[in-house]
């Protein structure tokens, strides 16, 4: 079974500060690894992905992400936000290899709000 | 290029009503995903299709149940509803290929539509 648990339910930061958005996972298989962005009543959109190579990807809007192997890690980060930024995001697993059929594991959202 | 599109977008039912949700994947997308996402229970996989087949299911009742057509758009049904059952339902597609030897491989992104939002009343 897998599991991803993101460590803050809530982060509040100001506006052009930079912001770290901590997720954890746990899987007995390889996996893949994806950030979702929701905005209100919207639906979940793709920020990056990691599914091999190199282990610090770069998504849209500015976000990146680094994978830790060793510390089943892959925390979000953003240099400086933008009061646009105010989302909630999701952290994600799946199994790699051609064998998800299609199944996320999402973590518990964590909810960014950037202040002016 | 269109994305995933959910109807009805909203929705009001009553306890012991039954409802079908409807989506219509990415074009060439022939697996669809859907998810419930309560506040309580955040986003939980209900069950995936591919090729009019269900091939995974998530720990939901048999109350809920769903369906793929041959042009890959994909309906849930939840039957005698529950105040519970209030969620947003969403919907996810994601491109299925065949490659040498008939072996399938997943890839590895799944599109979100925008969801419905379903009341229990």
């Known amino acids: 079974a897998q599991s991803v648990t993101q460590l803050d339910s809530q982060v509040p930061v100001f506006e052009e500060a930079p912001v770290e958005l901590r997720c954890n996972y746990s899987s007995s298989v390889s996996v893949y690894l994806f950030w979702y962005v929701q905005y209100p009543n919207q639906g979940l959109q793709l920020l990056l992905k990691y599914l091999s190579g190199s282990t610090l990807v770069k998504g849209i809007n500015g976000f990146e992400a680094e994978f830790n192997k060793s510390q089943t890690s892959f925390h979000l980060r953003k240099p400086s936000v933008h009061i646009s930024d105010t989302a909630e995001y999701f952290c994600a697993v799946s199994n790699a290899g051609g064998t998800s059929y299609g199944k996320l594991t999402f973590g518990q959202g964590t909810i960014l709000t950037v202040h002016p | 290029k269109a994305g995933v599109t959910q109807t009805p977008r909203y929705l009001i039912k009553t306890r012991g009503q039954q409802v079908t949700l409807s989506c219509s994947p990415i074009?060439?997308?022939?697996?669809v995903s859907w998810y419930q996402q309560t506040p309580g229970q955040g986003l939980q996989f209900l069950f995936e299709y591919f090729s009019e087949t269900q091939r995974n299911k998530g720990n939901f009742p048999g109350r809920f149940s769903g369906r793929q057509f041959s042009n890959s758009r994909s309906e849930m049904n939840v039957s005698t509803l529950e105040l519970g059952d209030s969620a947003l339902y969403l919907c996810?597609?994601?491109?299925?290929?065949?490659?040498?030897?008939?072996?399938?491989?997943?890839?590895?992104?799944?599109?979100f539509g925008p969801g419905t939002r379903l009341t229990v009343l």
């Open positions: 996810a597609s994601s491109l299925v290929f065949w490659a040498s030897g008939s072996r399938e491989y997943d890839t590895d992104t799944q599109y």
């Open positions: 074009s060439g997308h022939r697996s």
